[in-house]
């Protein structure tokens, strides 16, 4: 029988996490902070070359305790893939390398327990999946870097969606905006197009969504300078289409804001991911875009990621045109 080794049991657990970290892990242990909890199968696709690799590495952080995890059941039987989310010394990993200090005695247990009986779990893993699954095309293809991910909670406060420090703020909760499930930008060949997620699972009556379109006119109209496409993700063509109906007879000219669509069972049938052309823009002939080709307009985020001064701002159309 092999003897415990001493000495590894007078490291600290944080010190022991912290020298056999990789900076893959590190992205892994950030997406987790930020966004809650991943499958095994959307970690392995974003950052494993092999399903086998990634289960494996996972073990060893749950080792480590760096993360923990829970297996859902299906209501017809058998169970969903391990669902991760982190562990306390996982926050105190993340929470140390962003100098926030330490976490609370128990924030990875309260986190753990919201997230197992969240009613719309489905609804954040479809979200989540959308950015994993464009982390997956970055790992496959040198050029392209999912160069930015928000999560929803970022918008929850007041004034997250104004930039110039106004009155604005204040008015924020009157103001009836959006609350967008996510954000990101995605970079491609030196391009970079910003962009707003909304996850649809089909639960909700489609003139909600169209509500939504409403919503982030608004809070354009107010913005002025930058305006985002906004990603509606559907569960099925057949309902993409009869919101493409429902749009056009509540915008025959031009919808308010830039929406593109595409749905997952049309993502699965033909294998692409949201980096591809697969999103429809409304009001456009063309056939379905690239991401990077999507309209957008932003001077604030061109400079951020392309620092050079000759780089020319507004490079696509906005709206439903259809050049």
């Known amino acids: 029988m092999n003897?415990?080794?001493?000495?590894?049991?007078?490291?600290p657990p944080l010190l022991r996490l912290q020298t056999s970290i990789t900076s893959r892990d590190d992205r892994l242990l950030g997406w987790l902070y930020d966004h809650g909890v991943l499958t095994t199968d959307q970690i392995a696709k974003a950052l494993f070359s092999s399903l086998d690799f990634a289960q494996r590495r996972?073990?060893?952080l749950t080792v480590l305790g760096a993360v923990t995890r829970f297996r859902p059941n299906k209501l017809d039987g058998g169970s969903h893939p391990y669902h991760y989310v982190l562990a306390q010394l996982g926050y105190e990993h993340v929470m140390g390398q962003?100098?926030?200090g330490l976490p609370k005695r128990d924030q990875a247990r309260r986190r753990y327990q919201s997230?197992?009986?969240r009613p719309d779990l489905p609804h954040l893993l479809g979200t989540n999946g959308?950015?994993?699954d464009l982390a997956a095309y970055e790992r496959t293809h040198p050029g392209t870097k999912l160069a930015e991910w928000r999560p929803a909670s970022a918008f929850h406060e007041p004034g997250a969606l104004f930039r110039d420090g106004s009155d604005h703020r204040l008015m924020t909760k009157f103001l009836g905006l959006p609350r967008p499930d996510g954000a990101g930008a995605w970079t491609e060949d030196g391009n970079t197009v910003a962009f707003f997620v909304e996850y649809d699972t089909g639960t909700e009556r489609?003139?909600?969504?169209t509500d939504k379109?409403?919503?982030?006119g608004l809070l354009f109209s107010y913005a002025k300078t930058w305006s985002w496409p906004v990603l509606f993700v559907l569960p099925t063509a057949l309902r993409e289409r009869h919101w493409h109906d429902r749009l056009h007879a509540a915008y025959p000219n031009q919808a308010p804001a830039v929406v593109v669509t595409t749905a997952t069972d049309y993502l699965t049938r033909l294998g692409k991911t949201p980096a591809e052309d697969v999103w429809q823009v409304l009001g456009s002939t063309r056939p379905r875009r690239r991401l990077i080709e999507l309209p957008y307009r932003d001077p604030d985020h061109d400079t951020r990621w392309h620092p050079p001064p000759d780089r020319t701002v507004d490079r696509r159309p906005m709206g439903g045109a259809t050049a």
């Open 3 to 11: 003897k415990p080794n001493k000495r590894a049991a007078l490291v």
């Open 58 to 60: 996972l073990l060893r």
């Open 98 to 100: 962003h100098g926030h």
């Open 115 to 117: 997230l197992i009986s």
């Open 130 to 132: 959308v950015f994993t």
């Open 206 to 209: 489609l003139n909600v969504l």
């Open 213 to 216: 379109v409403a919503k982030y």
